[in-house]
């Protein structure tokens, strides 16, 4: 069982920058690929980024490529979202989960096994 907890959401504004944080419950961090996904209110649950297990590979959506940077701390049993140039559209509840498909980047939100309960970002224009 892993437990998720993430913090670090909040209101900004346009082109301003927050980032993200995911602590882990468990000894095994480091054997699972860690993920964030963000859903916007009316819209689906969407793929933002993830990263393998080890943290040697990463992926990310095409809408936050070059602007959001994912990172995995396995002694800390955390992993991090980096958030730059903000836009509006990056307004939804993000949340964190894992995987057990540590070596891979996974994109498909039913391929992850736990979840965290979400935090609020908000930008405005």
């Known amino acids: 069982q892993v437990q998720l907890v993430e913090s670090g959401g909040g209101l900004v504004q346009a082109g301003g920058s927050l980032r993200l944080s995911c602590a882990a419950s468990g000894r095994t961090f480091s054997s699972y690929a860690m993920g964030w996904f963000r859903q916007a209110p009316g819209k689906e649950r969407e793929f933002v980024a993830a990263?393998?297990?080890?943290?040697?590979?990463?992926g990310y959506a095409d809408s936050v490529q070059g602007r959001f940077t994912i990172s995995k701390d396995n002694a800390k049993n955390t992993v991090y979202l980096q958030m730059a140039t903000l836009k509006p559209e990056d307004t939804a509840v993000y949340y964190c989960?894992?995987?057990?498909?540590?070596?891979?980047?996974?994109?498909?939100?039913?391929?992850?096994?736990?979840w965290g309960q979400g935090t609020q970002v908000t930008v405005s224009s």
């Open positions: 989960a894992a995987s057990a498909t540590a070596w891979a980047v996974v994109r498909a939100w039913n391929r992850y096994d736990y």
């Open positions: 990263i393998t297990g080890g943290g040697a590979i990463t």
